[in-house]
Structure formats: structure tokens, C-alpha cells
């Protein structure tokens, strides 16, 4: 119907907000309403993007020691945003980019909106609750993704950290670095407050607590409204 429509979307939230069930439910939808679609994420699976989710689940050890294998590798939160961004660019030369050009729908299952929050929220200084370093950490953030393109839509789901948890749970496998209960609930307060964070992008919150179908219906309409398809 419209063939090389070329855009960019990009879903975030929390763990547990169901960014990959809805970036998965709307990419059916788009597909059906005759889009041609390529479905995303990041952390990708790219060379940097499978380092980065081996990290996340601590699987890589740090040195040996006369004890035995060594413990998981601490990386710092700072090491972590520099991989997050080389990742980035290296999904959007990659994947991303030769998918807009070819006139896709690129749906994409978090972006520099991620970095921004988590990494900001797990730099130390925020710890100490100084808002002037936490604003330096969001500039150095940002600087990092400054060749990144930016979405032409970002849809933040908004979910209580409860309900995340809950959905967790529910879903099972092992508990990943930033999976704990105080942290997911910071983050939720951070994405209520995205635009500040990502400004002059088109940003829509969507209420995500819902249930699937529910939240489905709002994303497609966010969809329609903000990009006309
Ligand atoms: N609106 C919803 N209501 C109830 N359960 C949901 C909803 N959205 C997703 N889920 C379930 O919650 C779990 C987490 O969803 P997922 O899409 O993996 O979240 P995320 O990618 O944001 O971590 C999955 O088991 C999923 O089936
Ligand atoms: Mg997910």
C-alpha cells in the first residue's frame, strides 16, 4: 500500500514494560496494513551487541585467581555506555540505515533513550544525589550518541515498577545487571520524564500497564496520529 515509506520507531521502558511484545505486535500490525517492516533492538545482535548482553548477564569472568575461575567482570557503568554507543552506530550503519534507505519501517526495541536513563542512573555520582554531576553524565551521554540518527518517533511505555517486576517474573530466566527492584523503579521516574532527555524528538508516552491488546491498540493509534501510517 505504501511501499517506501522509510521510517524510523523506536519503542523503551523498563524491563518488563513489554517493549519486545509491542514492537512484535506492531510490526504485525504495520505488516498487515502493507508496510514493509524490519523489527530491531538493541543491544543488536552485531559484534558489540552479543558483548554487551554477555555482560549484562555476567558471564564474563573477571581474572582467575588461586581460588579458582574468576568472579563476574565488573564493568563500569561508563565502560558499558561507550559499548551501548558503538553498538549503536554500528547497528545503524549495518541494519538500520540500509533498511530506511530501502524505504522499511524500522521498528526498534530501544535506543539512545536507554543509554540516557540507565547509564545516568547507575553512574555513581547519582548514588550521592548531585543533580549537577547526573546533568554532566546525560551531556557526556549524549555527546557519545551524537552521530546517532535521530527516531522519527519514540514510544516510551510507562509501567509501574510493580507490574514490570511482576511480568518478570512471569516470563522467568535469570535476573540480568539492572534488573533490581529500586533501580527499576528510578528508571520508571526517568521515563515519565523522557523528553527532557531526548529533546526535539517526537516522543509519546503510552500507558503501558494495561493489558497486551489494550496497549497494542494505543501504540498503533500513537503510530497513526504522530507518522500518518
Ligand atoms: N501488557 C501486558 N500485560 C501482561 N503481560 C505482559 C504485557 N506485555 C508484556 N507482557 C509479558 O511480560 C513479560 C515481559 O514482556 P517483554 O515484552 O519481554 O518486556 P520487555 O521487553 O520490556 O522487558 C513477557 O512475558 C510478556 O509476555
Ligand atoms: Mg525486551
Do not use: K
Not at 517492516?37 to 552485531?46: E, K, M, N, W, Y
Not at 553512574?123 to 548531585?130: F, I, K, L, T
Not at 515519565?192 to 497486551?212: F, S
Amino acid at each position: 500500500m505504501s511501499a517506501g515509506v522509510g521510517r524510523f520507531i523506536v519503542l523503551e521502558g523498563i524491563d518488563g514494560s513489554g517493549s519486545t511484545t509491542q514492537t512484535r505486535r506492531l510490526a504485525a500490525s504495520l505488516g498487515e496494513a502493507g508496510h514493509a517492516v524490519l523489527t530491531t533492538c538493541q543491544p543488536s545482535s552485531g559484534p558489540v551487541g552479543t558483548l554487551i548482553r554477555s555482560v549484562l548477564r555476567g558471564e564474563l569472568l573477571g581474572p582467575a585467581s588461586s581460588a579458582g575461575a574468576g568472579a563476574p567482570r565488573p564493568f563500569q557503568w561508563s565502560t558499558l555506555a561507550l559499548l551501548f554507543a558503538a553498538d549503536r552506530l554500528d547497528h545503524l550503519t549495518n541494519e538500520v540505515e540500509p533498511a530506511l534507505r530501502a524505504g522499511q519501517v524500522v521498528l526498534c526495541d530501544r535506543y539512545d533513550l536507554s543509554s540516557l536513563t540507565y547509564q545516568s542512573l547507575t553512574a555513581p555520582d547519582r548514588a550521592s544525589g548531585s543533580v549537577s554531576r547526573a546533568d554532566e553524565t546525560v551531556q557526556w551521554i549524549r555527546a557519545l550518541n551524537r552521530e546517532a540518527r535521530r527516531p522519527d518517533l519514540t514510544l516510551v511505555l510507562d509501567v509501574s515498577a510493580e507490574v514490570a517486576e511482576a511480568r518478570r517474573q512471569a516470563r522467568g530466566g535469570a535476573e540480568e545487571l539492572y534488573e533490581r527492584r529500586e533501580l527499576q523503579a528510578r528508571l520508571a521516574e526517568r521515563y515519565l520524564q523522557a523528553e527532557a532527555l531526548v529533546p526535539g524528538d517526537p516522543l509519546v508516552h503510552i500507558a503501558a500497564d494495561a493489558e497486551e491488546q489494550v496497549v497494542a491498540r494505543a501504540v498503533r493509534e500513537a503510530v497513526r496520529d504522530a507518522l500518518g501510517i
